[in-house]
């Protein structure tokens, strides 16, 4: 069944409705406890992303918790995972980045109607992500975010998935909420360490002294699994000269400020300057505001 929408720009201006006892129903969602009885789909459910994983965490992100999410899902996209979020700012948004980077598929998993785009900012990479995966929700068009719409969507990003990773998050966060509708609901739960002077570590390492796998690359969360058949290392990056190679050991994912780079450098600024711009443009190097440069991993 298909409701009308008025177009977005994208190729897809229908929302299907999928039903319980439908073939594109997710499996995997059709056996929680209580899925919903039917969903509202645009883009393409497809039977590969019954091998899912979701990725989510705090949306005022540090950097680094930002640069872990997408380094994963692309790596994880790349070895053909489906990877999951719920499209919020910070940790889903760069996982959902991440996996679209990494030429994968994607679904983002709603608190609100299919023909809501929350946050506005996310408005391009909502037609990504139904161009090249799906936007799935339980709630009918036309309905807006509700705060206590979203620990009810949460329990659909672990239920579509086989495991569940959690990139920061404060105590009594959301993500702490889709962790335990993992567990509940039989599937894995994974958190990556963060920074023990954030707020945004105490739900993952919460979750760590509780028996949750610690995760720092892809292959720890496709080795658990039972995916890790076939999965090669990440290429190793290629650094030219030895300018460029005392640069990029200096550089970490916690920002910093151009001034500190070159002094642990031991080179001047403007040296250091140009070696960074050359490492941006090649995709290794992230510039944020302020004259502060993080590793892209």
């Known amino acids: 069944m298909e409701e009308g929408l008025a177009p977005d720009g994208g190729h897809h201006d229908t929302i299907r409705v999928i039903a319980r006892d ?34 989510v965490g705090a949306r005022r992100a540090t950097e680094y918790g930002k640069a872990a999410a997408r380094r994963l899902a692309a790596d994880l996209a790349a070895a053909g995972v489906t990877i999951i979020s719920g499209m919020a700012l910070g940790i889903d948004g760069a996982a959902h980045e991440g996996a679209l980077a990494g030429g994968g598929r ?46 009810q969507r949460n329990r659909l990003i672990s ?14 966060s959301g993500s702490l909420i889709t962790a335990d509708f993992a567990l509940e609901q039989g599937r894995e739960v994974f958190a990556v360490p963060g920074n023990i002077f954030e707020e945004t570590s105490r739900a993952p390492h919460r979750l760590l002294t509780q028996g949750a796998r610690l995760v720092e690359t ?30 990029w050991t200096q550089l970490t994912l916690t920002p910093q400020h151009l001034d500190r780079i070159a002094a642990l450098c031991g080179q001047p600024v403007a040296v250091t300057s140009r070696v960074l711009l050359v490492l941006e443009a090649r995709g290794l190097v992230s510039a944020l505001a302020g004259q502060r440069y993080v590793k892209r991993m």
């Open 22 to 55: 439908d073939a594109d129903y997710p499996p995997a969602l059709r056996m929680i406890s209580d899925p919903p009885a039917q969903l509202y789909v645009r883009g393409t459910l497809r039977s590969q992303d019954a091998m899912a994983v979701a990725i």
């Open 106 to 151: 994607t679904v983002a998993v709603l608190g609100c109607g299919p023909d809501i785009i929350y946050p506005k900012s996310h408005t391009r990479m909502m037609r990504e992500i139904i161009r090249s995966g799906a936007v799935v929700t339980e709630f009918p068009p036309g309905t807006p975010p509700r705060p206590e719409q979203f620990p």
């Open 159 to 172: 239920g579509m998935a086989r495991g569940v990773v959690i990139v920061e998050g404060r105590m009594n």
């Open 218 to 247: 892809a292959g720890d969360v496709l080795e658990e699994l039972g995916w890790a058949r076939g999965y090669g290392d990440r290429p190793s990056i290629v650094l030219r000269d030895d300018l460029e190679r005392a640069v």
